[in-house]
């Protein structure tokens, strides 16, 4: 339908300039939208496109305001009938072009929720989008990419400009939290839980500006998270498959089938992982967006404080199992381990604390660097529990987690080779970076270079303390 700007005495008007003062960012969407409104020529349909709570929606009515102030008349869709909306569509658009509208000039045409029109997608490109008059700006927003109909079409390719909506940067957050009035002194917390994400972050300030202590602004935002982001999992399987890619990085196909004794349905469980919005592929696999990692694991540990990380949990089933055949726990034979690439002089009997196989060892060392300056989670981490902590001159378990670490990226730190990825780490978790975007400007560094960099670091780290927990004692 039509939108219309609230007139200045009404309450619209009101909410209207609360809505300015809390936008920032999107210079970039926003000026590609300018242009496209300003000359004919340019690019007449922009394809947003960005995880839920990108501020996709906020946007397209920053844009309806700013087409209204140019005397563009605008129609906005609403929510998606299949019986309706484009029967309804042509009616709005032949009322604001029709032939008593000749001289004005071309509308503007604005499409939320776009995944929602996959049923009239081909008629929107094929059919009806080519009939609009010259100069009509047409702006599509939603959770996926475009389909390949329109990226590899030439005549679309002139026409079509792609921007992803990705999350705010240090500096745009920094600014939204500045005009909602939270200290400066207070923000790194909500920056670490949010990284950035306009959503979690309108809801960490929410939380935080009523009083609410740190632990339950991050479980609020992890409700929100998972409900408006995240959405209804289709089985228990598809929800373990996503626990266990927040505490793996990078998850591969080969993590999920260990992490839940799944191999049959890894493949199916990577492919869903790959198709959902918030997370990212690499060249070594896949990485969920920190704040829905941040969010997947604080629900998790509310909802279950006793249950297991998702590489442990399968390593207790195999446990459990091997126990009951060979009915005695103390007793371990070769074929009753787990199957892991033991490093050099790793004792072959060995296995991590609580029965962790490698894989979730490794999960945990990322874990505790993540809850480095929070002692509180710092205990209840397993590896307070390793031999590697029991072997430690520090007898306070979290005191002496946090030498093992420092002393494994102090080790790691001489080794030339490994130079960037030990910065990379050094930054992220030791130098308070609220969040990796923030790390990795800091470094001077393409945020796809830092990920590799940091993943590199991550791996590297994980395998030399695994071997030092699994190493056999040297005499003397």
């Not at 299949?82 to 004005?104: M, N, Y």
């Not at 009523?210 to 408006?228: T, Y």
Request: glycine share 8%; net charge neutral; charged share 25%.
């Amino acid at each position: 339908m039509p939108a219309r700007r609230s007139p200045a005495t009404a309450l619209g008007h009101r909410l209207d300039l609360a809505r300015e003062r809390a936008f920032v960012g999107r210079g970039e969407q926003t000026a590609a939208f300018r242009t496209a409104m300003a000359h004919e020529r340019a690019s007449t349909v922009l394809f947003l496109h960005g995880a839920g709570g990108t501020g996709k929606t906020t946007l397209l009515r920053r844009f309806a305001h700013e087409a209204e102030d140019a005397g563009r008349r605008v129609v906005r869709t609403g929510r998606f009938d299949p019986a309706r909306s484009t029967a309804l569509l042509v009616t709005e658009l032949s009322r604001v072009t029709g032939p008593s509208s000749d001289a004005a000039p071309a509308p503007v045409l604005l499409i939320d929720d776009f995944d929602d029109w996959r049923p009239a997608e081909s008629w929107l490109r094929e059919a009806f989008l080519p009939t609009l008059p010259l100069g009509t700006v047409v702006v599509l927003a939603g959770r996926t990419p475009p389909a390949l109909e329109w990226t590899t079409d030439p005549g679309w390719q002139e026409l079509l400009s792609v921007h992803e909506l990705r999350d705010l940067s240090p500096e745009e957050a920094r600014l939204l939290l500045d005009r909602r009035a939270v200290p400066r002194d207070e923000q790194a917390g909500l920056l670490a839980i949010t990284d950035g994400n306009p959503l979690a972050l309108l809801v960490a300030i929410d939380a935080h500006n009523a009083g609410r202590s740190d632990d339950e602004v991050r479980l609020a935002v992890a409700h929100v998270v998972l409900q408006r982001v995240v959405g209804p999992l289709p089985t228990p399987a598809h929800r373990r498959a996503l626990e266990a890619c927040a505490t793996s990085e990078p998850t591969t196909e080969a993590s999920l089938g260990v992490a839940d004794n799944a191999a049959d349905d890894a493949a199916e469980l990577f492919q869903w992982l790959r198709s959902l919005s918030f997370v990212d592929p690499g060249p070594q696999g896949l990485y969920l967006r920190p704040f829905v990692r941040e969010a997947v694991t604080t629900e998790r540990r509310w909802r279950n404080p006793q249950d297991p990380e998702p590489g442990r949990r399968s390593t207790t089933r195999r446990t459990t199992r091997r126990r009951l055949t060979t009915g005695d726990p103390a007793r371990r034979t070769g074929s009753d381990r787990d199957t892991t690439e033991d490093a050099p002089h790793a004792d072959p009997s060995a296995a991590g604390p609580d029965g962790l196989s490698r894989g979730a060892f490794e999960s945990e060392v990322r874990e505790a660097l993540r809850s480095w300056r929070r002692p509180d989670l710092l205990a209840t981490n397993p590896l307070t529990r390793s031999r590697l902590v029991a072997r430690h001159a520090e007898t306070d378990p979290v005191a002496a987690l946090r030498a093992v670490l420092q002393g494994a990226l102090d080790e790691l730190g001489q080794d030339p080779r490994e130079s960037k990825s030990h910065r990379a780490l050094l930054a992220t978790y030791l130098g308070g970076a609220p969040t990796q975007e923030a790390a990795a400007e800091r470094l001077g560094l393409p945020f796809s270079t830092y990920r590799r960099h940091l993943a590199q670091g991550l791996a590297v780290l994980g395998s030399l303390l695994w071997w030092q927990e699994t190493r056999d004692e040297q005499p003397g």
